[in-house]
């Protein structure tokens, strides 16, 4: 089985500063990751997603997330905290051995970016 | 443009009834998804389908049916059996290997 925890289920940032959120999955096979944002009443778009190869992967919209295997961590990062970067994001897991390749979505973390 | 629709965006239900949310997507994906969305739960599976006329159960398929007839289309009925069936309705699709592609969502109000 496996499994997405996101810690906090809201950040507050100040526009400038440094967005982390923190996603720990759980897997017994080698794990895809994904990070998707939604902003209000929409759909999920993909940040960015994690499969083989480089650790550090880059996405779109200035974010990017490191993929921890020792730590079982693939936390989302943007240097700089924009108004517009106000959503909220999940992380979700999937893996070669799914069953439909479905995705195993955490609870999610609401942004607010403060003036 | 390439695209998943999903309709109507809006939905109100009366209890006992049953109701269907419409998913089209025409990205010639072979693997198509629905999921429901409560506030602070993530999004959780109800049915999947890997090709035409065949689908599974996901995570939380009680009082859910759907039908895939078409590459094109994976309808979800809401029926009177679903309790708590206000929630925001999410489509997906995929080809192999590849990441989701999400529709913008149906929001059900059951009155």
């Known amino acids: 089985a496996q499994s997405v925890t996101q810690l906090g289920s809201h950040v507050s940032v100040s526009e400038g500063a440094l967005v982390l959120l923190r996603c720990n999955y759980s897997s017994s096979v080698p794990p895809y990751l994904f990070w998707y944002v939604q902003y209000p009443n929409q759909g999920l778009q993909l940040l960015l997603k994690y499969t083989t190869g480089a650790t550090l992967v880059k996405g779109i919209n200035g974010f990017e997330a490191e993929f921890k295997k020792s730590e079982t961590s693939f936390h989302l990062t943007k240097p700089s905290a924009h108004m517009s970067d106000a959503a909220e994001y999940f992380c979700?897991?999937?893996?070669?051995?799914?069953?439909?390749?479905?995705?195993?979505f955490g609870g999610g973390t609401r942004v607010l970016v403060k003036p | 443009d390439g695209g998943i629709t999903q309709s109507p965006k809006y939905l109100f239900r009366k209890e006992g009834q049953n109701v269907t949310l419409s998913c089209e997507q025409n990205?010639?994906?072979?693997?198509m998804y629905w999921y429901r969305q409560d506030p602070g739960q993530g999004l959780r599976l109800i049915y999947y389908?890997?090709?035409?006329?065949?689908?599974q159960k996901g995570d939380i398929a009680e009082g859910y049916s759907v039908s895939r007839e078409k590459k094109e289309s994976f309808p979800l009925t809401v029926t009177s059996a679903q309790k708590n069936p206000t929630a925001f309705y999410l489509c997906?699709?995929?080809?192999?290997?590849?990441?989701?592609?999400f529709g913008p969502g149906t929001r059900l109000t059951v009155l």
């Open positions: 979700a897991v999937t893996s070669i051995k799914a069953a439909g390749n479905k995705l195993t």
């Open positions: 990205l010639n994906h072979d693997a």
């Open positions: 997906a699709s995929k080809l192999a290997g590849d990441e989701q592609f």
């Open positions: 389908s890997q090709i035409v006329n065949d689908f």
